[in-house]
Structure formats: C-alpha cells, structure tokens
C-alpha cells in the first residue's frame, strides 16, 4: 500500500498542533491562580467612575493594561500616578544616551497611557532606585495631594510587602497608596503565584509567599501587553532578557491579571 505524502504531511501537522495546543494548555494552569473568580464588567464589579493607579516606574502600567483598557472602554476616568522618570533603569536594547533615559521612558509611558485611552498622566519625577528615601508619611502626602484632585473612587497600586518583584521603588509606592487611601476601596495588583514559584527566581519567590489570595481575576489580553512593550522601545526586550522567555509565550501562559482587595482602614 503506497502511502499518500500528503496524508502523512496532514497527520504530522495535525499531530504537532495537537501537542502545541496540549502544551499551551498545561502551560497556563502552571501559571494560573485555581479557583479565582473571573470578572467581566469592571464598572459592575469594582463600582468605580474614577480609577487612580499608582505605581513606581514607567512601564508599570503593564501589569494592569486589561484592566485599564476594559475601565476605558466603560468610560470609566483612569489616571495614572508614576513616582520616577525610570531613568537609572537598564535599556533593553540600548536605545539613547544614558543620562537622557528619563526623558525617553517618561515619553514611553506617555506615549503608552495615550494609546491606552487614560484621562491624566502625573509623573512626580522622584528619582528612580531611591523612592524609598522620601519618608512614608511624605509619600503617602504626594499621593493624597493626587486623590485630593482626582477623587478617585478606587485605587490600584502594589501591595506593600511584595510590590509584585520585592522592588524598595514598587514596596514603598505601595506603603504610600495604603497610607493615603483613607476610606477609598484600595486594590493590589498581584503576579500568579504558581508561576512564580516555577518559573521564577528568589524575588518571585519572596513574593509568591508574603501575597496574599487574589479576590478576582480577569482574563487579559496578551496583545496589550505585547503592544506597550513594543511601545516602551527603551524596554522592549526586557521580557527576554530577565526572564529568559520571548514576551509573546510568557503572556501566552500568564493571561490574567490577578487582584486583591486591601483591608479596610483600621485593619490593615
């Protein structure tokens, strides 16, 4: 019986998709949080008009880009609070000079807040790797001196502890957010634990133990974040370089952005 090349060409193709889509699979539930509820409708869920994120460096917003995109999209106001211009940061690749970085990322992230549909970028031009050195309490006053503007209904920031990457810059912004909270609803933006824990070094390690249990989680799409990489050209390969892996297989395993309520003022 003579064998038809085209045959046994589809049955290898057929096969190689089959293992890929079986891979694919296995790869997201070693990176997913089990049992997490999936929201759909941020304005029905988080009973937000004004979102305020506050975070560290440009290039932050990654981690959130779903969850802005879908606040948007429900009309919901975001603006963003970022503490540095991220000009001490190493470049992925080499794209200027330096001493000129700030001005490059400070751009990027604006570039990358526009293309997101967010209302207002403040960029309070701390200096990046030394957050930690404004106290606290001076911190937590540039922050309320925002929410005291915006009015925010909700806010999103870094639990303290972990500050998803045990960095002092995303640690003490988290402090700060927590400390100028008040009685306005305060999320944490988390990483999934059980990749961490795989695939991860100490600092995720660290992480995955010190956060606490996502409240909720929603699916993200991995062309947001592949599309504010390509926009933060100073950081583009950064997925790559600190990772190992190419950005588009990390965000095709890691596809929620995971989230948890922080305790109400007086218990935390």
Do not use: C
């Not at 990176?31 to 932050?60: K, Q, Y």
Request: no cysteine.
């Amino acid at each position: 019986m003579k064998l038809n090349p085209f045959h046994v060409i589809s049955s290898v193709l057929a096969g190689v998709l089959v293992l890929t889509l079986a891979a694919l699979v296995i790869g997201r539930m070693m990176f997913a949080e089990p049992g997490v509820p999936e929201i759909r409708s941020v304005r029905s869920a988080l009973e937000a008009d004004r979102i305020l994120f506050v975070f560290a460096h440009p290039d932050d917003e990654i981690l959130v880009t779903e969850l802005i995109a879908r606040a948007v999209d429900e009309g919901i106001e975001v603006t963003t609070l970022t503490a540095t211009r991220g000009e001490a940061g190493t470049q992925y690749p080499p794209v200027v000079d330096q001493q000129y970085l700030g001005v490059v990322r400070e751009a990027e992230l604006r570039r990358h807040g526009f293309a997101l549909g967010v209302a207002r970028q403040i960029v309070l031009g701390l200096p990046d790797g030394g957050v930690p050195e404004t106290p606290d309490a001076q911190l937590a006053g540039m922050v309320r001196a925002v929410i005291d503007e915006v009015q925010p209904d909700l806010i999103v920031g870094f639990h303290p502890a972990s500050g998803i990457s045990m960095h002092p810059d995303h640690r003490a912004m988290g402090r700060a957010a927590e400390l100028a909270a008040g009685e306005i609803p305060l999320l944490y933006v988390l990483g999934p634990r059980p990749g961490f824990r795989r695939f991860g070094g100490e600092a995720q390690h660290q992480v995955a133990d010190l956060q606490p249990d996502p409240d909720f989680a929603i699916d993200a799409d991995p062309r947001l974040k592949l599309r504010a990489w390509n926009i933060h050209q100073s950081q583009t390969r950064y997925i790559q370089g600190t990772a190992g892996l190419p950005a588009w297989l990390l965000y095709s395993l890691w596809r929620q952005e995971y989230y948890a309520w922080a305790a109400q003022p007086g218990t935390r």
